[in-house]
């Protein structure tokens, strides 16, 4: 696609239950973010996938949280027995690291509400 | 680690005024590039601006320019003749050209643009 595109855009849980998020990245972007935006505040940095690297989960919050991506592909953002402190927009952002190509292009986020 | 801070968690203006920004960054790299990312109430994130650090030029599109004061390690953003499609959170970030090519975001400033 010619964007990012995430799914849900919007996801109301129970809490206790899991939610799987979802991110497609632009065809060819090796570098795939996941932040949360919590209402009205910054990106908080999550998880950050680079090639066939290990990933850097330096953000993830707790073992609660995990994500995967296969290759250079799609990514899922899994969180585990939700609270209610996990309700946020979750954005993620793909790119190429090429010279000035490192400019990250974002989807639409994922509005989670846990109630 | 790299960090990106943004000192003014809100700012306001008149339509037509001019507007500036802050951020500043820490690092101990020499080569990397910097951005300045928009957020209007969509959520979608935009790219207004980015810098080159080994470029001495000062980056301008239409109404944003940069004031780029590398040995200061600050990176403002000026939006000239304001309007209301400003706006919105604007966000500075840095990412290294070398090492760990992780996009570091600031906290974000909340930019109101009054007719």
């Known amino acids: 696609g010619a964007g990012v595109s995430q799914s849900p855009s919007n996801k109301v849980t129970e809490k206790g239950k899991d939610v799987e998020l979802r991110c497609d990245p632009i065809?060819?972007?090796?570098?795939l973010y996941w932040y949360r935006q919590r209402l009205g505040q910054g990106l908080e940095f999550l998880i950050y996938?680079?090639?066939?690297?290990?990933?850097?989960k330096s953000g993830l919050p707790s073992d609660r949280f995990s994500a995967e991506r296969t290759g250079e592909s799609v990514s899922t953002l899994t969180i585990q027995r939700t609270q209610q402190e996990d309700s946020a927009v979750y954005l993620c952002?793909?790119?190429?690291?090429?010279?000035?190509?490192?400019?990250?292009?974002f989807g639409q986020g994922t509005r989670l509400t846990v109630v | 680690a790299q960090t990106v801070t943004q000192s003014q968690p809100e700012m306001s203006v008149q339509e037509a005024e001019t507007v500036t920004l802050s951020c500043t960054y820490d690092?101990?790299?020499?080569?990397?590039?910097l951005f300045w990312y928009k957020q209007p109430p969509s959520r979608q994130m935009i790219l207004v601006i980015r810098?080159?650090?080994?470029?001495?030029q000062n980056a301008t599109e239409n109404r944003f320019s940069v004031n780029f004061q590398k040995a200061a390690k600050s990176f403002s953003l000026k939006i000239s003749d304001s309007q209301l499609g400003d706006t919105a959170m604007y966000f500075c970030?840095?990412?290294?050209?070398?090492?760990?090519?992780?996009?570091?975001f600031g906290q974000g400033t909340r930019l109101t643009i009054n007719p």
């Open positions: 996938f680079q090639g066939n690297s290990a990933p850097d």
């Open positions: 810098q080159e650090a080994y470029k001495q």
């Open positions: 690092t101990s790299e020499n080569n990397y590039y």
């Open positions: 065809s060819g972007h090796t570098a």
């Open positions: 970030a840095f990412i290294p050209v070398q090492g760990a090519q992780k996009l570091v």
């Open positions: 952002a793909s790119s190429l690291i090429v010279g000035l190509n490192t400019e990250a292009f």
